[in-house]
C-alpha cells in the first residue's frame, strides 16, 4: 500500500511555547489502540530528542533514560560506523546536537490526507513563536512499493504478542516489551525506565536515519560485477539483499526470481537456514536480510537473536532516477527509517555496529553488509557459486548516512502528564 508522509523537525527557543503546542495537538495524536486498521488512514506522532525533552522537564528526571538516547546518534556514530562519509559533519538532516527538539511524523495513506494532517499542525503551530520548524522532509512508498535501488521493501516484520490477529507463517512473535515499555519483553521482565512512570509507561524509542542513496553507481556495480548482462546483474543483486529484487527470498527460490512467491504473504517469509542452508548457499550468510535477521543461523551461539529484533519502517525520499540510467543527476534521494525498539542498546546499536558493519558473527571478518556496510573496512563480497566461490570487490559507498537521532516517542497519557505538571 502506498504512503505519503513529512518528517518535520523544530528547535524549542521557549519551553513555555511547547506547553500550548502539546495542548492542541494531544487530541489529533494517533493512538496504536487501532494499529491494524487507523480509523483515518493517517497518522500524527510527536517525538521528541533527549536535547528537546531535557528542555522541557529538566536533565534530572532523565538520568535513568537510556544512555544512547541522552548521548544522541552523532555522538555514538564511532561505534555505529558513521565514520568517513557517512560522519555526523556530512549529515543534512538536524540532530540533538544541533537543533533537533521536537519532531511531528506525518504518514497517510492519500495526498489528501496527509495535507488534513499537516494542517492540524499548522494550527497547532500558529501563534507560537517559540517552537521554530527547522527541517521538513516529505517521504512516502510508491505503488510499487520498492525503494529506489529496486527492491520491494517492507516485506518481512515480527508479530507483536497481543496486536491482534494471527502471525503469518514464518513470523516471530515477540513478547510487546520489545517495543513499547510497560510490558513484559523477552528477557522475561516489564520494559521500564528509572524515571516516573507516568513518563514513559505506553511509549518507546525510535532510532531514525536519513541514507542517501546513489543509484546510478548502484546500478553500474551490479552490471560490471554482474558481468554486463541483465541476469548476471539481478543474481548479484539478489545475493547480496537475500531476496530478489520483487521481494522472493532466495530460500525459497534460489536459482531464478518469482514474482508470484514474492506477492503470497503467507509464504514469502517462511523459511529458515539452520537445517537446509547452514552454509549459506541459498542465501548467503552475508547477504543483507541474513544478517539483519539471522533467524534460527545462530543456533549454536550464545547470541539469542529474540533479543535483537526491532520493528522497522522504510518511507523513500527524492524522485525516482529513470529506468536504466546510469550516470547520476544530482538530484537528492534515499531512504528514511524509523526503527522502533525499546532497548536502543541491544536492539537497533547492536544491529547496526555488530551485525551491518562486522563480519565476525558469521567467520566473515571486517567485511560488512554489502547493500548498508560501512566500505572503509572491508570492500569485497564473497558468496557460494558453482563451479568456484564467487567474489566481488570495489563495493563502492552507493549509500551514505545523511542523519540519525534516537528519539521518544511518548504516549498519549505521558504527554498529557507532562502538560499538567509543567505547563499548567
Given at each position: 500500500?502506498?504512503?505519503?508522509?513529512?518528517?518535520?523537525?523544530?528547535?524549542?527557543?521557549?519551553?513555555?511555547?511547547?506547553?500550548?503546542?502539546?495542548?492542541?495537538?494531544?487530541?489529533?495524536?494517533?493512538?496504536?489502540?487501532?494499529?491494524?486498521?487507523?480509523?483515518?488512514?493517517?497518522?500524527?506522532?510527536?517525538?521528541?530528542?533527549?536535547?528537546?525533552?531535557?528542555?522541557?522537564?529538566?536533565?534530572?528526571?532523565?538520568?535513568?533514560?537510556?544512555?544512547?538516547?541522552?548521548?544522541?546518534?552523532?555522538?555514538?556514530?564511532?561505534?555505529?560506523?558513521?565514520?568517513?562519509?557517512?560522519?555526523?559533519?556530512?549529515?543534512?538532516?538536524?540532530?540533538?546536537?544541533?537543533?533537533?527538539?521536537i519532531g511531528l511524523l506525518v504518514m497517510a495513506g492519500s495526498l489528501e490526507l496527509k495535507d488534513a494532517k499537516l494542517?492540524?499542525?499548522?494550527?497547532?503551530?500558529?501563534?507560537?513563536?517559540?517552537?521554530?520548524?527547522?527541517?521538513?522532509?516529505?517521504?512516502?512508498?510508491?505503488?510499487?512499493?520498492?525503494?529506489?535501488?529496486?527492491?520491494?521493501?517492507?516485506?518481512?516484520?515480527?508479530?507483536?504478542?497481543?496486536?491482534?490477529?494471527?502471525?503469518?507463517?514464518?513470523?516471530?512473535?515477540?513478547?510487546?516489551?520489545?517495543?513499547?515499555?510497560?510490558?513484559?519483553?523477552?528477557?522475561?521482565?516489564?520494559?521500564?525506565?528509572?524515571?516516573?512512570?507516568?513518563?514513559?509507561?505506553?511509549?518507546?524509542?525510535?532510532?531514525?536515519?536519513?541514507?542517501?542513496?546513489?543509484?546510478?553507481?548502484?546500478?553500474?556495480?551490479?552490471?560490471?560485477?554482474?558481468?554486463?548482462?541483465?541476469?548476471?546483474?539481478?543474481?548479484?543483486?539478489?545475493?547480496?539483499?537475500?531476496?530478489?529484487?520483487?521481494?522472493?527470498?532466495?530460500?525459497?527460490?534460489?536459482?531464478?526470481?518469482?514474482?508470484?512467491?514474492?506477492?503470497?504473504?503467507?509464504?514469502?517469509?517462511?523459511?529458515?537456514?539452520?537445517?537446509?542452508?547452514?552454509?549459506?548457499?541459498?542465501?548467503?550468510?552475508?547477504?543483507?536480510?541474513?544478517?539483519?535477521?539471522?533467524?534460527?543461523?545462530?543456533?549454536?551461539?550464545?547470541?539469542?537473536?529474540?533479543?535483537?529484533?526491532?520493528?522497522?519502517?522504510?518511507?523513500?525520499?527524492?524522485?525516482?532516477?529513470?529506468?536504466?540510467?546510469?550516470?547520476?543527476?544530482?538530484?537528492?534521494?534515499?531512504?528514511?527509517?524509523?526503527?522502533?525498539?525499546?532497548?536502543?542498546?541491544?536492539?537497533?546499536?547492536?544491529?547496526?555496529?555488530?551485525?551491518?558493519?562486522?563480519?565476525?558473527?558469521?567467520?566473515?571478518?571486517?567485511?560488512?553488509?554489502?547493500?548498508?556496510?560501512?566500505?572503509?573496512?572491508?570492500?569485497?563480497?564473497?558468496?557460494?557459486?558453482?563451479?568456484?566461490?564467487?567474489?566481488?570487490?570495489?563495493?563502492?559507498?552507493?549509500?551514505?548516512?545523511?542523519?540519525?537521532?534516537?528519539?521518544?516517542?511518548?504516549?498519549?497519557?505521558?504527554?498529557?502528564?507532562?502538560?499538567?505538571?509543567?505547563?499548567?
Amino acid at each position: 500500500m502506498p504512503y505519503f508522509g513529512s518528517y518535520l523537525m523544530f528547535t524549542i527557543h521557549e519551553a513555555n511555547a511547547v506547553g500550548t503546542l502539546l495542548r492542541r495537538l494531544i487530541p489529533h495524536i494517533t493512538s496504536a489502540a487501532d494499529w491494524n486498521a487507523p480509523a483515518e488512514n493517517a497518522w500524527i506522532n510527536i517525538v521528541f530528542s533527549y536535547a528537546g525533552l531535557r528542555k522541557l522537564v529538566g536533565d534530572k528526571l532523565l538520568e535513568g533514560f537510556p544512555k544512547e538516547f541522552r548521548q544522541g546518534m552523532a555522538a555514538r556514530s564511532g561505534y555505529l560506523g558513521d565514520v568517513g562519509v557517512n560522519a555526523p559533519e556530512h549529515w543534512d538532516l538536524p540532530h540533538g546536537g544541533n537543533g533537533f527538539d521536537i519532531g511531528l511524523l506525518v504518514m497517510a495513506g492519500s495526498l489528501e490526507l496527509k495535507d488534513a494532517k499537516l494542517a492540524t499542525g499548522r494550527e497547532a503551530l500558529d501563534g507560537i513563536p517559540g517552537v521554530e520548524l527547522i527541517n521538513r522532509l516529505d517521504v512516502g512508498v510508491p505503488p510499487t512499493l520498492r525503494e529506489h535501488f529496486g527492491y520491494v521493501d517492507g516485506i518481512s516484520h515480527p508479530f507483536i504478542e497481543g496486536q491482534g490477529g494471527s502471525p503469518l507463517s514464518g513470523q516471530d512473535v515477540l513478547k510487546p516489551g520489545e517495543f513499547i515499555l510497560g510490558y513484559e519483553n523477552e528477557l522475561g521482565s516489564v520494559a521500564s525506565l528509572d524515571a516516573p512512570e507516568a513518563l514513559w509507561r505506553n511509549g518507546t524509542f525510535v532510532a531514525i536515519r536519513k541514507i542517501r542513496q546513489d543509484v546510478a553507481a548502484f546500478r553500474r556495480f551490479l552490471h560490471e560485477a554482474g558481468g554486463g548482462t541483465t541476469e548476471g546483474a539481478e543474481m548479484l543483486a539478489a545475493k547480496m539483499m537475500g531476496r530478489w529484487r520483487s521481494g522472493a527470498p532466495l530460500a525459497l527460490s534460489p536459482d531464478k526470481d518469482d514474482p508470484a512467491l514474492a506477492q503470497e504473504s503467507s509464504r514469502n517469509n517462511a523459511f529458515s537456514y539452520y537445517q537446509t542452508d547452514a552454509e549459506g548457499r541459498n542465501t548467503p550468510v552475508g547477504s543483507h536480510i541474513r544478517r539483519v535477521n539471522p533467524r534460527d543461523a545462530l543456533k549454536d551461539s550464545l547470541t539469542n537473536i529474540r533479543l535483537h529484533r526491532v520493528l522497522r519502517r522504510g518511507f523513500a525520499f527524492g524522485p525516482s532516477l529513470p529506468d536504466n540510467t546510469m550516470i547520476d543527476d544530482g538530484i537528492d534521494r534515499g531512504i528514511m527509517l524509523a526503527i522502533i525498539n525499546a532497548n536502543p542498546g541491544r536492539q537497533f546499536e547492536f544491529v547496526q555496529a555488530q551485525w551491518v558493519n562486522d563480519g565476525d558473527f558469521i567467520t566473515q571478518g571486517t567485511r560488512t553488509d554489502p547493500i548498508v556496510g560501512r566500505r572503509d573496512q572491508a570492500d569485497d563480497y564473497q558468496y557460494p557459486a558453482k563451479p568456484v566461490r564467487k567474489r566481488v570487490q570495489g563495493i563502492p559507498a552507493y549509500t551514505a548516512t545523511r542523519g540519525g537521532e534516537h528519539v521518544f516517542l511518548p504516549g498519549i497519557s505521558a504527554i498529557r502528564w507532562v502538560v499538567e505538571q509543567y505547563f499548567w
